[in-house]
C-alpha cells in the first residue's frame, strides 16, 4: 500500500530559529495536508495543497506541494514556544475520495 | 465550530475484557474514522464508515469493529481487549463535499493490562 516517510523524526532547535520537514510518499497524491497535534489534544489540520507547485502559507508557516506530486515540506518561520508539538503529513489519492494516509510525524521541541 | 468527542480521555482495562470507544460529532458529517496513534507509526486507520450502518476496514482491522447506528456517533469495539491494543485511540470525522478535511476528537489512551 501506500507509505509516507516523514522527516526528521524528532526535532530539538532554539526559540527563533526556523524549521523545517519533509515527507515523501512511494506513490502519487493528489492532496497533501499538514496537521499539528498539540500534547493531549487530536491532530488539527494546518495547510491543504491540492496543484502541483502550489505554495501556501498560514501565518508563520509555509508548505509547499512538490512537483513530483511525491513529496510535500513544511517550513515554520521564526519558532515560538507554542509550536512544540507533533506535525504530521498526509496525503490522500486518487483512488479513495476519504482515505488519507499519515506520515509518522515530527515531534518538534523548542529551548526557550 | 466542528466539535469531535469521545467518551473517555484515559481508559484502563484487563486482558480479555470487551471495549467500547464512543465517538459522536456535531456537524452532520457524513464520514467517521478510527485511528490509533503510536510512537514512530503515526496514525494508522482501522475502519471508516461513509454512512449510517456502512464500515469499510482501514489498515489495521484486526482484533476491532465498529458499529454506526446513528449518523452522530461511531463506536470502536474491542471483543477481548490484548496488551497490544495499548494505545492512543483518535477519531475523526469529515464531510462527503470536504473529504480531505478531518476534524479529530481529543482520543482516548487505552491501557490494557
Known amino acids: 500500500g501506500q507509505q509516507l516517510n516523514q522527516s526528521p523524526q524528532s526535532m530539538f532547535i532554539q526559540e527563533g530559529e526556523d524549521v523545517s520537514m519533509n515527507c515523501t510518499s512511494s506513490s502519487i497524491f493528489n492532496t497533501w495536508l499538514w496537521y499539528k497535534q498539540d500534547p493531549g489534544e487530536g491532530p488539527v489540520l494546518l495547510i491543504a495543497l491540492y496543484k502541483a507547485g502550489e505554495l501556501t502559507s498560514n501565518g508563520r508557516l509555509t508548505a509547499q506541494f512538490g512537483i513530483t506530486r511525491k513529496d510535500s515540506f513544511l517550513n515554520i518561520s521564526a519558532s515560538i514556544p507554542s509550536d512544540v508539538g507533533i506535525y504530521f503529513c498526509a496525503g490522500q489519492g486518487y483512488s479513495s475520495a476519504s482515505k488519507i494516509i499519515f506520515g509518522s510525524g515530527t515531534r518538534l521541541s523548542i529551548r526557550p | 465550530d466542528v466539535k469531535v468527542t469521545q467518551s473517555s480521555r484515559y481508559l484502563v482495562k484487563r486482558t480479555g475484557e470487551k471495549v467500547f470507544l464512543e465517538c459522536v460529532q456535531d456537524m452532520d458529517h457524513e464520514n467517521m474514522f478510527w485511528y490509533r496513534q503510536d510512537p514512530g507509526l503515526g496514525l494508522r486507520l482501522i475502519y471508516f464508515s461513509y454512512d449510517v450502518k456502512m464500515k469499510e476496514k482501514g489498515d489495521i482491522p484486526e482484533g476491532y469493529s465498529v458499529s454506526r447506528e446513528k449518523k452522530e456517533r461511531f463506536s470502536l469495539i474491542l471483543e477481548s481487549a490484548s496488551t497490544n491494543q495499548t494505545s492512543m485511540y483518535l477519531c475523526?470525522?469529515?464531510?462527503?463535499?470536504?473529504?480531505?478535511?478531518?476534524?479529530f476528537g481529543p482520543g482516548t489512551r487505552l491501557t490494557v493490562l
Open positions: 475523526a470525522s469529515s464531510s462527503r463535499v470536504a473529504a480531505d478535511t478531518q476534524y
